[in-house]
Every structure is written in structure tokens, then in C-alpha cells.
């Protein structure tokens, strides 16, 4: 069994109210030269799928906001294109047990709010979509309405290209994997539904008191 995870948003957990991020990327330590490279590759560079894990000359570095706290995975803005969240090193160690679809992660450092000192215990996870050719359109299953009186209907897309031209809002309920998809994976991430981790390594994040993350079985994984 799968399980969707997400970042939490609850101000209790994180200690800010924005629902959203924790830190925000420091713009400050960086030249315009070195800035300019991170847009592009991060930020304004067009969106691929088989765009390549770059090497960098830099580190990620961000400011945490002033009531923020730090918790396992943090969240952070703006969005860094395939950049997730913030990871703590030794939480990074637990993942090396399991297996991770390919990914990678930077050096970062966070700089409290007023500068007087920084934290580079925590590394940016950086993780690219699996192609369309891991799904099954055939046997999944997708979802709209459902709010106030609108009733919910589910349907499916022959194809991916079916999907891109739909002018509603789709939210996949049931996510079907072909064959080419790697049933061994403890985390991936795919085009639709988002992240997923397997039920061993949700009970291992759980017993490890891991925090920032939520679960949740909204939508059903079939491989």
C-alpha cells in the first residue's frame, strides 16, 4: 500500500500561519551572477521531464521566518521547479535503508531571521517526475465536483494528451501503474497524485517521530 505524502501546514507543527512555507529563499547571499544561474535552472527554466540533476557551485541558502519552526521536512518558497522541501541530514540517513526513486540533494543553508546565526543540517530534496509511460490510463480513475451540491463524477483520459486538453478540474482517485513502473520503490513521484511512499516507510517515518509530513489514502495506488 501507498501512501500520498504532503507537508504539514498546521501552525502548531510549523510555527508560522501562512499555511505554507517556513523559510524563503535568501536572495541576499547571492551576486547577481550566481542568482541568475539559480532562475534559470530553478525558477524560470522551462519545465521537462527529462531534465538532467545539474551539478551546482553553490549552496542553497534561505532565511526562516521569525516564528517558524524546524521540524524533519520544511517547506519553502518561491517553488523551485522538481526542489520539494528542505530534508534534515539525519532523517536523509534513515532514507538511505529504503529505496528512493533517483533523485538528489543540495548543500543549504538557513539563516535565522536576523542573521545572527545559520543551520546547514538540512539538504533541498530535488526530485524529478517519472514520464507518463508509468501510468495506466486504462485503469485509473479520476474525479471532479464533489463540493456544496455539485455531485461527484469519476471518469477516465485514454491518454495523457486527453487529460492536458480537459477544461475542467481532474484529481486522480485511483492511480494505476503499468509494468514499467519499479514496484520496489519505497518513494516516487509521479505526474499525477503527487508523492508516495510505501506503507514501510511511513511506519519507519512514524516511529522515527518524523516532522513536517502528513499522510493520507485519498487516492488508491494499483501496480
Not at 501512501?3 to 505554507?20: A, C, E, F, S, T
Request: glycine share 4%; hydrophobic share 35%; with cysteine.
Amino acid at each position: 500500500m501507498y501512501y500520498n505524502l504532503r507537508l504539514d501546514w498546521d501552525p502548531k507543527v510549523i510555527g508560522v500561519k501562512n499555511g505554507i512555507y517556513q523559510v524563503e529563499l535568501d536572495k541576499k547571499s547571492y551576486d547577481k551572477m550566481v542568482y541568475k544561474k539559480l532562475d534559470n535552472l530553478f525558477i524560470s527554466s522551462e519545465f521537462t521531464a527529462k531534465q538532467e540533476y545539474p551539478e551546482l557551485d553553490f549552496r542553497f541558502c534561505f532565511k526562516k521566518l521569525k516564528s517558524a519552526k524546524k521540524t524533519s521536512f520544511m517547506s519553502f518558497s518561491p517553488y523551485l521547479k522538481h526542489g520539494h522541501f528542505l530534508v534534515e541530514k539525519k532523517t536523509l540517513e534513515l532514507l538511505e535503508h529504503f529505496n528512493i526513486q533517483k533523485h538528489k540533494n543540495y548543500e543549504t543553508e538557513i539563516f535565522d531571521s536576523n542573521y545572527e546565526s545559520y543551520d546547514d543540517n538540512y539538504k533541498l530534496f530535488y526530485c524529478v517526475l517519472q514520464d507518463w509511460d508509468v501510468i495506466d490510463f486504462e485503469k485509473s480513475i479520476f474525479k471532479s465536483g464533489g463540493f456544496g451540491n455539485e455531485p461527484e463524477i469519476e471518469f477516465k483520459f485514454k491518454d495523457e494528451n486527453e487529460l492536458r486538453n480537459f477544461k475542467g478540474i481532474a484529481k486522480v482517485k485511483t492511480l494505476a501503474l503499468t509494468n514499467r513502473f519499479d514496484k520496489s520503490l519505497d518513494f516516487f513521484h509521479t505526474r499525477l497524485g503527487g508523492l508516495f511512499v510505501s506503507e514501510k516507510l511511513k511506519l519507519e517515518f512514524e516511529r522515527n517521530n518524523t516532522t513536517g509530513i502528513k499522510f493520507t489514502d485519498e487516492v488508491k495506488v494499483l501496480t
